[in-house]
């Protein structure tokens, strides 16, 4: 059983922001496998089904960025998973945008949704996914870059590789890393 962990903010105002990365993810591996996410459990929607073989459930926590962790610790600890089946997808700045990076394991980087994750699961040793999004003009505006819409130009880059990671199923993800 893999659990796969979609980042982002749960209110519609952040549906269409680059922190939402994940979320988006999530949702496009829902629908093309067919799996309804209407339950909610440990502050957070999910669901469960089955991709190339497996066992998955989607999360995608309600919990805001910042608090990841705490859901993804709760169906971490619920389903007793070894760490290495826990996938964790989300937006990074220090990824140039429109590329996706695959690490098996890691530190969260700059990222405070993945600082959460860390520290509530208690190890840096599970596969991410990172959807890079490239970084704002100047330093000052990282909180507004994450959290601001998408241009029409940035969508269309970031759609195609949403949709790359979600044409990827559990068993490539180790032959990434």
């Known amino acids: 059983m893999y659990?796969?962990?979609?980042?982002?903010?749960?209110?519609?105002?952040?549906?269409?922001?680059?922190?939402?990365?994940?979320?988006?993810?999530?949702?496009?591996?829902?629908?093309?496998?067919?799996?309804?996410?209407?339950?909610?459990?440990?502050?957070?929607?999910?669901?469960t089904g089955i991709i190339e073989g497996e066992k998955v459930v989607l999360v995608k926590p309600q919990t805001y960025m910042n608090l990841s962790g705490e859901a993804?610790?709760?169906?971490?600890?619920?389903?007793?998973?070894?760490?290495?089946?826990?996938?964790?997808i989300y937006d990074d700045m220090d990824v140039e945008k429109g590329s996706i990076k695959?690490?098996?394991s890691g530190g969260p980087g700059s990222h405070n949704?993945?600082?959460?994750?860390?520290?509530?699961?208690?190890?840096?040793?599970?596969?991410?996914?990172?959807?890079?999004?490239?970084?704002?003009?100047?330093?000052?505006?990282?909180?507004n870059y994450v959290i601001g819409q998408l241009s029409v130009e940035e969508a269309k880059i970031l759609e195609k590789r949403r949709g790359r990671s979600s044409n990827s199923n559990t068993r490539n993800i180790e032959k990434w890393y």
């Open 113 to 143: 949704g993945m600082k959460s994750v860390v520290s509530e699961v208690a190890s840096e040793k599970f596969p991410r996914i990172r959807i890079g999004i490239g970084k704002p003009l100047y330093a000052e505006e990282k909180i």
């Open 72 to 88: 993804v610790r709760e169906f971490y600890n619920f389903y007793k998973l070894d760490i290495s089946n826990l996938l964790v």
């Open 3 to 47: 659990l796969i962990v979609g980042l982002g903010n749960p209110e519609e105002e952040y549906a269409n922001t680059r922190h939402n990365m994940g979320f988006n993810v999530v949702n496009r591996l829902a629908k093309k496998y067919d799996i309804d996410m209407s339950r909610t459990k440990f502050n957070s929607i999910y669901g």
């Open 102 to 104: 695959i690490r098996k």
